[in-house]
């Protein structure tokens, strides 16, 4: 990482959280810790207890929210939670793409994702296309309404673009989810599922398989040299641009990536509600992500994973009465359930800003680099802070 | 009756907007007094104005206290408010970079919110006895104005003029030192911490006068002036942007030119596009990033 003469030791945006083990941008920044653990080999026993663990982990990810081997009753409407779960994951993915990566923040997230939905949603119901090819397209427009925003953001410096998303997030809002040729005014848009997925269940493996799809496209983002430029240039972008790193051609790969993975996460709402309206792409939404990628830890892609399933169970009251804390909430705070993460989201966000700069992220490291094989070190994720000066903002 | 012709309508679009556009430089204030002192782009500030809003309307309507007992009651809801976010978010982020800083005041803002459907959450749509009830008609250009609309205008002359003869003043001065030199400040004998909450207290005060001054113009929910009906953040921030992030006397004019723009969303040839309003500002903002981001209004005060 590059640093300049007015380095400071900087929280939250700029820390380097990657570090968590098994990225291969924290194998390349830290040989040392590597080589460290090079020769522990974990014993049987300690084989054994991975794998339980991870059958364990495997059993919530695939089987529970299907029933399997379940002692818990898990109805239709939870496994649509559980399939919202996995789309915003993919969008808080999205998001830090831009945030993370990039450092360049957007509050019209809720406008990359929606105008997905409704890409996916005219072209399913009103020129009768396939699944597939909808999801193609709101990838398609997603990624071009980015870029066209990257292209204006690159004449601007980080604050100011923040202003230029938040217009944009208003503008979609009103006007472009406004056309009722679009998004069929205040009564909706259906947008049926594909035959073979319509059932909660089917439709939940669908998203997850493109979570995954999504997660690989973002790995192989981070591992090849476009990742290290991005690195590179928000740390500083006149340093990497004196390296020979196209700044503005990178950024703008960025944007499209991020536009194409929301345009995705839109299509699959779209098509996970089944009937879209205008009003449920406002502004709280994009705060829902940023919440989302910030607590989750930025540039850690199993902490957004994390934090985004997190935020969306809570958002759904799924959390609440999973652990029967409703009573809790209502009763004792007198806080309807459906505020829930309106008033713990910010709290949680503004504690990990100050104190816990890495997010869900650098919590779970330890157990992450435990579950990699490697020794339990209590101590993993933390302390990496990067030395940066951001010079743009 | 044909209907209005398009100068009537840019007459009452001109009056109508300059009205709307007095609580937009009031937010614009306390947004360039926030950056000229931290350097951040506060996102809260909208936030102060709904969270001392919601206070005077609990005073008022809910404990049935006096109008100005509310008002004051308001006002001092959201100085705390302001103090609170100094001494938690920005003051622990002062090393951190911008973007960070960013982050920390949206938080606040949605912790706001949050709050204010936690505690108002039995009536979700409020509103507001006005402080006089009254409305009038402006002469040439046959305008509705409201006495509520008259009195908030008067309240951003107040302001203006006071924050004008404060930066004349020791305090005042010292905050102006403080901003432009901290270290040399700190040197002089110049408390950059105390000048730090000062500014917040002062941008909050502004903040809560916007939002006690616009709620009872219709009705309102928890976010009103971020992102419920009156959304007062975008033109605020557009405004600042306009006098440059950096001048009071631009912000001012900022917030008026904005107000304007934005009420030409609402003349009859635009009534085909749905959200008018929303595209004109984000064009215009559009415009004025692009082909002059160093702002209009700047003035002789903008410092590089």
Redo the contacts between chains.
């Keep these: 990482m590059t640093a300049t003469d007015d380095t400071t030791v900087i929280p939250a945006v700029e820390t380097e959280t990657a570090a968590a083990a098994g990225d291969q941008t924290a194998a390349d920044e830290r040989p040392a810790e590597v080589g460290l653990h090079r020769d522990f080999r974990p014993s049987g026993a300690g084989w054994l207890a991975r794998g339980i663990v991870w059958a364990f982990l495997a059993w919530v990810v695939l089987a529970f929210p299907v029933n399997a081997f379940s002692p818990f009753h898990v109805g239709v409407a939870d496994i649509d939670v559980a399939s919202l779960a996995a789309i915003y994951a993919i969008g808080g993915l999205s998001l830090n793409v831009l945030l993370g990566y990039c450092g360049q923040i957007s509050f019209g997230h809720q406008a990359f994702v929606g105008l997905g939905a409704f890409v996916s949603a005219y072209i399913v119901t009103d020129l009768q296309l396939s699944f597939w090819l909808a999801v193609g397209a709101a990838a398609v427009f997603g990624g071009l309404q980015a870029v066209l925003l990257g292209a204006v953001s690159l004449r601007l410096t980080g604050l100011y673009f923040a202003l230029v998303t938040l217009a944009y997030g208003t503008f979609a809002q009103e006007t472009l989810f406004g056309i009722t040729a679009l998004t069929g005014g205040e009564g909706g848009k259906p947008a049926p599922r594909p035959e073979f997925f319509a059932s909660g269940y089917r439709y939940y493996f669908l998203c997850l398989g493109f979570l995954v799809l999504v997660l690989w496209l973002d790995w192989r983002l981070t591992a090849s040299k476009a990742g290290r430029a991005m690195a590179a240039l928000r740390e500083n972008p006149r340093v990497a641009a004196s390296y020979g790193i196209n700044v503005r051609g990178y950024i703008l790969v960025a944007f499209a990536v991020s536009g194409i993975f929301a345009g995705i996460a839109g299509s699959l709402i779209a098509h996970h509600d089944e009937v879209i309206v205008g009003s449920s792409f406002d502004f709280r939404l994009a705060l829902l992500f940023i919440l989302m990628t910030v607590v989750g830890g930025l540039r850690n892609r199993v902490g957004v994973v994390i934090g985004s399933v997190f935020f969306a169970l809570l958002e759904e009251g799924a959390l609440v009465s999973m652990f029967r804390l409703g009573g809790f909430f209502e009763g004792t705070l007198g806080l309807p359930t459906e505020f829930v993460s309106l008033v713990v989201g910010p709290i949680l966000l503004v504690l990990t800003l100050t104190l816990y700069p890495g997010g869900i992220g650098q919590q779970v490291a330890p157990l992450r680099g435990w579950l990699a094989g490697r020794k339990f070190d209590p101590h993993a994720g933390s302390g990496h802070d990067v030395e940066v000066s951001d010079v743009r903002a | 009756m044909t209907g209005p012709s398009l100068l009537d309508e840019l007459g009452i679009a001109l009056v109508t907007g300059i009205l709307q556009g007095s609580v937009y430089a009031l937010v614009a204030l306390g947004i360039v007094l926030v950056y000229r002192a931290s350097g951040a782009?506060n996102f809260a500030q909208t936030e102060f104005g709904t969270t001392g809003l919601f206070a005077a309307y609990a005073a008022l309507v809910m404990w049935g206290w006096s109008y100005p007992a509310a008002i004051a009651f308001g006002l001092v809801v959201a100085i705390g408010m302001g103090l609170l976010t100094e001494r938690?978010?920005v003051h622990?982020?002062r090393?951190?970079?911008?973007?960070?800083v960013?982050?920390?005041t949206?938080?606040?803002a949605?912790?706001a919110?949050?709050?204010q459907?936690?505690r108002f959450?039995e009536t979700l749509i409020m509103t507001m006895p006005r402080i006089k009830d009254a409305f009038f008609v402006v002469p040439v250009v046959d305008a509705p104005v409201t006495v509520q609309q008259l009195i908030t205008l008067g309240v951003l002359a107040v302001a203006s003029v006071a924050l004008a003869l404060f930066f004349r003043s020791p305090s005042g001065l010292a905050i102006q030192a403080a901003q432009q030199e901290p270290t040399a400040a700190e040197l002089v004998g110049i408390s950059v911490r105390r000048v730090s909450m000062l500014t917040w207290a002062i941008a909050a005060l502004l903040g809560g006068l916007a939002g006690i001054l616009s709620g009872p113009y219709t009705t309102f929910t928890a976010g009103f002036l971020?992102?419920g009906a009156g959304?007062a953040?975008?033109p605020g921030?557009?405004a600042a942007?306009l006098a440059g992030m950096r001048s009071m006397p631009g912000a001012v004019a900022g917030g008026l030119t904005v107000g304007v723009v934005e009420q030409l969303g609402t003349l009859s040839m635009m009534i085909e596009?749905?959200?008018?309003?929303?595209?004109l500002?984000?064009g215009f903002?559009?415009v004025v990033?692009?082909v002059r981001?160093q702002g209009i209004f700047t003035g002789r005060t903008v410092t590089a």
């Design positions: 782009f938690l978010v622990p982020l090393n951190a970079s911008r973007v960070t960013l982050v920390g949206a938080g606040v949605l912790a919110v949050g709050f459907f936690w959450n971020t992102f959304r953040l975008l921030f557009m942007v596009i749905p959200g008018a309003r929303a595209m500002l984000f903002l559009l990033l692009l981001p």
